[in-house]
C-alpha cells in the first residue's frame, strides 16, 4: 500500500476513499477512468462499481474490441447495460463509424446515455427495447443489481427483482433492415440468458459469410430462465457455422484459442467468429 501511494499517489488516494464510500454509501455515484481515458459513472454498490472500486473489470474483452475494430465500422453492443462496451468501442470506431447500444431498462438507459455523453461521443444511438425471436412487447425484470437485469426470472442468486417493466421487442434482422445497415462488423451480446433467442432472431445476419465477430456470454444460471443452457448456445454458433474461442494474451496482444463445448458453464465470455479462408 506504502509503495503504490508512493508510485501513485492520486490514483491510490482516490481508491482508498472509493472503498470509504462503498462501504459507507454503496447507493452514490461515482466516475471511474478506465484504461482507454474513458470516463465511466455507476453506482458504487452495484456488482461493476464494487469491482471497479477494487481494479477493473472484463478488460481482456474490451482490450480485444480496442484491438480488432476498425474506424469506421459498425458495433452493436445487445445488452449495453451502462456501457462499458459501448465507450470502448465508440471511441475506436471513431465519428465514421456508428454504434448501436441496446438497452431495455430506463434506469440503465439514463445512465448509459450520460456515459456517452460525458465522453463527448456523438456516433453512439441507443435503443431502448431488447432483442430476442419475435417482435412485440415483454415484460422485463429490473433488478437491484442491473447487471442482472433479465426478460426472464433467472435462476442467478445476484438477481434480486425490484419490479418490471413493459418494453418492445424486435429482432436482429428487422433491426438491420429497418435501418438499412449494410454490414455489422463486431458485436457483444450480455442478455443474462437469452442469447439464444437473439440468435434465431438474427438468422440471416449470422448466416452471411461477412457475418460480425461476436463476444457472447455462457452462463447456465442466466440461461436457465429461458429454459437454455450454455451447450444450448455453442450449439446454436456452430449451426451457424461460427467457431467459439477463448480470448488468450496479455492487453498488448490477444490471440483465440479454440473453445471445447462443455456439458456446463459456470460464467464464460467467448468469441463466435466465421473461420477465415
Not at 472484463?58 to 465500422?73: D, I, S
Not at 426470472?153 to 449494410?182: G, M, R, Y
Not at 445476419?205 to 461477412?210: A, I, K, N, Y
Amino acid at each position: 500500500m506504502l509503495q503504490s501511494l508512493i508510485k501513485h499517489p492520486n490514483a491510490t488516494l482516490k481508491r482508498a476513499v472509493r472503498k470509504a464510500r462503498l462501504a459507507l454509501a454503496p447507493d452514490s455515484l461515482a466516475t471511474f477512468t478506465l484504461e482507454d481515458g474513458l470516463r465511466f459513472t455507476c453506482k458504487l454498490g452495484s456488482s461493476t462499481g464494487r469491482i471497479l472500486t477494487m481494479g477493473t473489470i472484463e478488460a481482456t474483452e474490451r482490450a480485444f474490441f480496442r484491438q480488432e475494430l476498425q474506424p469506421g465500422q459498425v458495433f452493436f453492443d445487445i445488452g449495453a447495460n451502462l456501457g462499458l462496451f459501448t465507450l470502448t468501442a465508440a471511441k475506436r470506431v471513431g465519428p465514421s463509424g456508428r454504434v448501436f447500444a441496446f438497452e431495455p431498462s430506463a434506469r440503465e438507459a439514463r445512465l448509459l446515455q450520460h456515459n456517452i455523453d460525458q465522453n463527448g461521443f456523438k456516433n453512439v444511438t441507443i435503443v431502448r427495447g431488447a432483442l430476442s425471436d419475435h417482435e412485440g412487447k415483454a415484460r422485463f425484470a429490473v433488478a437491484t443489481d442491473g447487471g442482472t437485469n433479465s426478460l426472464a426470472k433467472t435462476t442467478h442468486p445476484e438477481q434480486v427483482i425490484q419490479n418490471w417493466e413493459t418494453v418492445p421487442l424486435t429482432t436482429l434482422d428487422s433491426f438491420v433492415a429497418k435501418h438499412a445497415i449494410e454490414r455489422v462488423h463486431m458485436m457483444k451480446i450480455d442478455v443474462e440468458g437469452g442469447e439464444c433467442d437473439v440468435l434465431r432472431g438474427g438468422s440471416a445476419l449470422f448466416s452471411r459469410t461477412d457475418a460480425p465477430v461476436v463476444l457472447s456470454e455462457f452462463c447456465d444460471l442466466t440461461a436457465a430462465g429461458f429454459n437454455s443452457s450454455g451447450a444450448a448456445l455453442y450449439d446454436a454458433w456452430t449451426a451457424y457455422g461460427f467457431a467459439l474461442h477463448e480470448l488468450v494474451g496479455d492487453g498488448s496482444k490477444l490471440t483465440l484459442k479454440p473453445a471445447a463445448r462443455q456439458t456446463h458453464y459456470d460464467y464464460v465470455n467467448l468469441v463466435a467468429a466465421k473461420p477465415t479462408a
